[in-house]
C-alpha cells in the first residue's frame, strides 16, 4: 500500500481589489497572493484491497476546530481528486487524509489549499504524471483560489483570481495572524460588498494593480508594503464581524507596520519589523476579545509540494 503525503500553505492577500459583479455571480479582481508558513499535510493512500464496493474517494480531517469541514463529496480535496480521475478518464481510489492548520474557513484559503494538494497528491498516487500546467486547469475549476495554492510565492491574480502572474519579491516577510471563533461565508462578505457599494450609491472600480505595493514587494521593504496593503472586502467583513475592527486596531497599537483582514475574513494578518517583532505583537494581540488564536508565520513559501511517500 502506498501513499504520498502533500504539505501546501495557506495565503493572504497583499491587495484585493473587487470589480463589478459579473454575469457568471463572480467578481473582477485583482488579487495580489502571498503564500505564508502555515500549512495543511493532505495524504493520498490506496485503499486497502477488501470492499470493492467502497466509495472510490473518501476523506478524514483531522485537526482543533475542523468543524464545518465536510467529510463527503463536498469536500473541495475529494471534488478536486474527482476530477483528476475524470481527465484522466477512468475511475480512482484514493483514502484521503487532511491534516489542519490552516483556519476553516478563516480567509487564508484552506479549502482551496486541501484540493490543491490532493491534485498533486493523486498524481502522484496514480502515476498520471500530469503537467502542471493541467494540474492548472483543473485547479481553476475547482476554486479561483486553488491555483495559487499549487503554484506559491507571490503572485497577481486577475479574472476571478485564477489567471496567475508570479511577481517578483525580496527577503521574508514576517507575518501575526489572528484567527477569530468561528468562520465567514465567502459568498456572504462578496454579496455584502456590493450591498454597502450599492446603498452607498458607488459604482465598482475597475480593480487596478497598486504600483506602490509591487515595488515594496520588489524591494523587500515590509515599511513600504504595510502602508500598501489593501483589501475592498475588509468594510463587509467589518460590518458583518464588528469586533474585527477591535483586533485590527490593537494590532496597530501594538507597532505593526499594516494590519488588515485577511481575504473574506474573519483571520486579521499583521506585518511585522522581524521574526522578533512578530513573536512580541503576538504575545500582546493575543488578548483581544474574539480572538481564538494568535500564530506567526512569514512568506512568500512555494505552494504545493510533496513531503513525503512511503506505506500508507
Ligand atoms: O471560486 P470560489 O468557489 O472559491 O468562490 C467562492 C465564492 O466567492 C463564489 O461563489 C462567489 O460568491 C465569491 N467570489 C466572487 N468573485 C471572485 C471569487 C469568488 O464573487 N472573483
Not at 462578505?189 to 472600480?205: F, I, K
Request: overall charge negative; glycine content about 12%.
Amino acid at each position: 500500500m502506498s501513499a504520498i503525503t502533500v504539505r501546501v500553505p495557506a495565503k493572504v492577500n497583499l491587495q484585493l481589489a473587487v470589480g463589478p459583479l459579473r454575469e457568471d455571480g463572480y467578481h473582477d479582481l485583482v488579487n495580489v497572493f502571498h503564500a505564508v508558513s502555515l500549512f495543511d499535510e493532505v495524504t493520498a493512500a490506496e485503499p486497502a484491497d477488501g470492499d470493492a464496493t467502497a466509495a472510490p474517494l473518501t476523506v478524514r480531517v483531522e485537526g482543533d476546530h475542523t468543524g464545518g469541514v465536510p467529510v463527503s463529496d463536498d469536500n473541495l480535496a475529494v471534488r478536486a481528486a474527482m476530477a483528476l480521475a475524470g481527465r484522466a478518464g477512468r475511475t480512482y481510489r484514493a483514502d484521503l487524509l487532511i491534516r489542519k492548520s490552516i483556519p476553516v474557513a478563516g480567509g487564508m484559503a484552506g479549502g482551496s489549499a486541501d484540493a490543491a494538494a490532493a491534485l498533486v497528491a493523486c498524481n502522484e498516487l496514480w502515476g498520471l504524471g500530469l503537467p502542471v500546467e493541467d494540474l492548472m486547469e483543473i485547479a481553476a475549476d475547482i476554486g479561483s483560489d486553488v491555483p495559487f495554492a499549487l503554484l506559491g510565492g507571490t503572485a497577481v491574480g486577475t479574472g476571478r483570481g485564477e489567471r496567475l502572474a508570479p511577481l517578483e519579491t525580496a527577503g521574508v516577510f514576517h507575518w501575526v495572524f489572528a484567527l477569530a471563533d468561528g468562520g465567514l461565508s465567502t459568498p456572504r462578505v462578496y454579496g455584502e460588498c456590493d450591498r454597502l457599494r450599492e446603498e452607498a450609491g458607488e459604482a465598482a472600480p475597475r480593480p487596478v494593480v497598486s504600483e506602490a505595493l509591487l515595488d515594496a514587494l520588489r524591494r523587500g521593504d515590509a515599511k513600504a508594503l504595510g502602508q500598501a496593503l489593501a483589501n475592498d472586502l475588509q468594510p463587509a467583513a467589518l460590518a458583518l464581524r464588528p469586533s474585527l475592527a477591535d483586533t485590527l486596531a490593537a494590532g496597530r497599537e501594538h507597532g505593526a507596520l499594516g494590519a488588515l483582514v485577511s481575504g473574506s475574513g474573519p483571520t486579521c494578518a499583521f506585518l511585522a519589523e522581524s521574526a522578533e517583532h512578530a513573536h512580541e505583537l503576538a504575545g500582546l494581540i493575543t488578548d483581544v476579545d474574539g480572538c481564538r488564536a494568535v500564530v506567526t508565520a512569514h512568506g512568500p513559501v512555494p505552494g504545493a509540494t510533496i513531503a513525503g511517500a512511503g506505506a500508507g
